[in-house]
């Protein structure tokens, strides 16, 4: 399992199952809302020392528009588990990203706050992953 795979692997499954959002493979300067990124990934030592690798931690980063605080309400539902066309139901539809890892859940969402990309700012969530190979 190589990172760039699981970053691929996200970007397709998020793309195909929630066409409305618009998803980035990496952190950029200019991002349209509502909007998903694929952060960077974190792994213990032992993990590290396993080849291929087999469990990897990633963030997932769910950005809206901080023009009306209406669209917070549009950032819940984009993080809601129970929502049919959230980003963890999305996830959960196919935990494997489309036969890249063996599986794929979210361990936790939260971090609510408000994030600046380039030199506009967003309200934002973290969904949390656990990526194993």
């Known amino acids: 399992m190589l990172l760039s795979d699981i970053r691929d692997g996200l970007t397709d499954v998020l793309s195909n199952a929630l066409p409305s ?16 990124c694929v952060m960077g990934f974190r792994m213990d030592p032992q993990t590290m020392a396993i080849s291929p690798l087999q469990r990897v931690t990633t963030d997932l980063l769910v950005l809206v528009s901080r023009r009306h605080i209406d669209q917070v309400d549009l950032l819940d539902a984009l993080v809601d ?19 890249v890892v063996d599986s794929c859940v979210v361990t ?26």
Do not use: F, K
């Not at 959002?21 to 998903?36: G, H, K, M, Q, S």
């Open 108 to 133: 936790g969402i939260g971090d609510y706050g408000e994030v600046p990309v380039g030199d506009v700012g967003y309200y934002s969530a973290t969904v949390t992953l656990e990526v194993m190979g």
């Open 81 to 99: 588990p129970a929502v049919s066309d959230s980003v963890p139901a999305a996830l959960a539809a196919d935990h494997t990203l489309g036969g």
């Open 21 to 36: 959002i618009n998803v980035y493979r990496l952190p950029t300067d200019r991002v349209e809302p509502p909007a998903v």
